[in-house]
């Protein structure tokens, strides 16, 4: 019999030059499109020595608006204060869905 447990998901990853020309990846929280067409994507930092999965770690995330699609695309800069307004209320509908989900696996 497989074990399905095993094949719940891969990881999206995406892979940015930071300003010195050095590649960092980033794990995809969230992608999301809104009504007026613009994409966003939320991704916070792949850490090799993460702690264990037992331990609540605070991770940073980080959000662009991006267009294109598959592995070429382009990240946009959010400057505008009500994009991050949104950003902002959108991740914490997240955290609370996630937490929610933790909570009714234990």
Not at 53 to 77: C, H, K, M, S, W
Not at 90 to 104: G, M, R
């Amino acid at each position: 019999m497989p074990d399905d447990a095993n094949h719940e998901h891969q990881q999206e990853t995406v892979i940015i030059s930071n300003e010195e020309g050095e590649q960092e990846t980033f794990e995809v929280l969230y992608r999301f499109e809104r009504d007026n067409g613009h994409q966003y994507i939320l991704l916070t930092p792949v850490d090799e020595e993460e702690a264990a999965d037992d331990e609540t770690v605070e991770q940073e995330v980080y959000a662009f608006r991006y267009e294109g699609d598959g592995e070429n695309i382009n990240l946009i800069p959010i400057e505008d204060d009500s994009e991050w307004d949104m950003i902002e209320e959108v991740l914490h509908t997240l955290e609370s869905e996630w937490n929610d989900d933790e909570d009714n696996e234990g």
